[in-house]
């Protein structure tokens, strides 16, 4: 969870990833970011986030994400 | 038939009529049959393109849930014998299948988009190239039927196409249901590109007769040809004046051109669609709504998050998110992490990605290499603000201006402007001669035409500009409203004799002052030609 937070951060410093749950609602991660992190967490975690998971539920908060990519990781 | 019509009013009156006599159950079959009789009053072999892209997706959307089905009992079935790899190679098997199936629905129907859309695009830049090399010979013009929106209709179908292959919504089961998504007639003329999952939910269902729905509905349609008649056919005579004669209308014309065109493109786009939701809402049909108060935007970026949003999301789902993170996506990230940088490496997919949408969302307006500069300028400008973000950053953080709202309303013009200045494109025959009339306008002497009376000569008279002025107030005012909710539901908590008097006002303002006169034939919808 801490090196997804911490690529999260990088991309906008100015956010609480740890509290915050409306990411993508409030427009706070738009489409490029999105990218930027599927690329990111492809090289960190060595999973793959296919355009079918790109919905706001698994975005909207780094929890979320976070839970995808260990079900993403359960899989694979 | 044209929104804007008699016909079209006659044929929603008889739809009303049917559609809540017949019993409930028939409502979407009544729909469907309106529908087909709708395309085929605009043109009878428009029919068979339509039904082509409706059962070739059908079936081969069906084919492919069904591969998924089949994989599901057969995992089912062998719970427990099959090891982890027989599983995966299983699953490989059976999305290659669907993967074959998937491309050959998308192959056949965007090649006949490609075929009908752009062939004879090709020919003129063959041709082009012939002439260019020397060569005396010339291949000829193809005279294609176009049918009316069928770039609209062709990408709601690869939408749900792509739904179904990704397993995110169940294929549909019934060939005419699915008839309907694909032909339902108030979005066929310019969308918006409805997804299956949304317009689903309201579109087959029992609707009732409900007064207060329907009147919402007519108040919609009303403001929509408010915004069509009244201002968008007005303001099109002054632009064609400009544009149809760029020798005589230079410099500040441009510019005037520029900025009457950019209330036109909104009133005539926003105005049908108003028509649409307005007659879907009639029906008790949810439509996704494609606009939000645009030109209030801050940015490019956010301008497209609020114009023609069903577009921009189709566009973002279905191309920029597939191309962005596919394998050689990411392989080319990861290599030009490591010879540009973390920094520019990692924003490198993104770059291409956007490139590719733009160039396809250019492509996808119009059969003409002004479109696809309008497109990569409107990739170049996206790109650039993206990169100059830091540096945003840094100026908001020393001089605090952000919620100023002499700051906001600079935002604001700004975009609208450089969105103008972007759909020149739109209006010039070609991309030289766009070019130049965008030149004229900086070497210009002639700024006096904006207040000396000369734009008194573009075909449009003082009470035109009255009219137009008027409207514009009202639409902006609307628009001002709309920030806190509803202004039609606003109106509907007013007394009878106030809600009577803005609805009947709005309606003698359309019949009094629509462009209409002896022998005038209103205007097409300019979206209606993609």
Known sequence: MEELIEILTNLHPDVD?????????????????????????AEAFDVTISAKYILPKNFNSARALYDLIQKLEDEE | ML???????????????????????????????????FYFLANPY?????????????YLGFKIEEQAEKQKAYLAAHKGTLGKEEKKAYKERVKKRQT??????????LGILAVLKYTNFVIANVNGMLHAFGSGHTIVFVDLLLPMGISFYTFQAVGYLIDVYRGTVPAEKNLFRFALFVSFFPQLVQGPISRFHDLSQTLYEEHEFAWSRFSMGLQRILWGYFKKLVIADRMLIGVNEIIRN?????????????????LELYADFTGGIDITIGTAQCLGIRVTENFNRPYFSKSIKEYWRRWHITMGTWFTDYIFYPISISGPMLKISKVSRKYLGNCIGKRVPVYLSSFAVWL???????????????????????MISQELEPLYRRFHAHFHVEDKIGFRIFQIVRTVLLMSCLRTFDCYRDVPLTF????????????????????????????????????????FAVSMLQRSGSVREKIEAKPYPVRFAVWYGLFLIVLLMGVY??????????????
């Open chain 2, 436 to 475: 130049r009339m965008f030149g004229t306008m900086f070497t210009a002497r002639n700024w006096n035409i904006l207040w000396d009376g000369s734009l008194l000569g573009l075909g449009l008279q003082l009470t035109d500009y009255l009219v137009l002025l008027a409207g514009t107030v009202l639409i």
């Open chain 2, 3 to 37: 929104f804007t019509s008699y016909e079209f009013l006659g044929f929603l009156l008889l739809l009303f009529v049917c559609y809540y006599t017949v019993p409930k159950k028939f409502q979407w079959m009544l729909l469907l049959l309106f529908s087909y009789v």
């Open chain 2, 246 to 262: 760029p020798d005589d209308y230079t410099g500040a014309y441009v510019f005037a051109g520029m900025m009457f065109y950019a």
């Open chain 1, 17 to 41: 990833f740890e509290t915050c749950d409306t990411l993508v609602d409030d427009k706070i991660l738009d489409s490029f970011d999105i990218v930027t992190i599927i690329s990111e967490v």
């Open chain 2, 46 to 58: 428009y029919l068979i393109y339509i039904s082509v892209t409706t059962v070739s997706v059908y």
């Open chain 2, 100 to 109: 074959g199936l998937f491309l050959a629905a998308l192959i056949l129907n």
């Open chain 2, 517 to 530: 006169g002896i022998g005038y034939d209103a205007s097409q919808f300019i979206y209606n030609q993609f």
């Open chain 2, 360 to 382: 396809a969302t250019g492509i996808w307006h119009g059969a003409s290499w002004n479109f696809i500069v309008w497109g990569l300028g409107n990739w170049a400008v996206i």
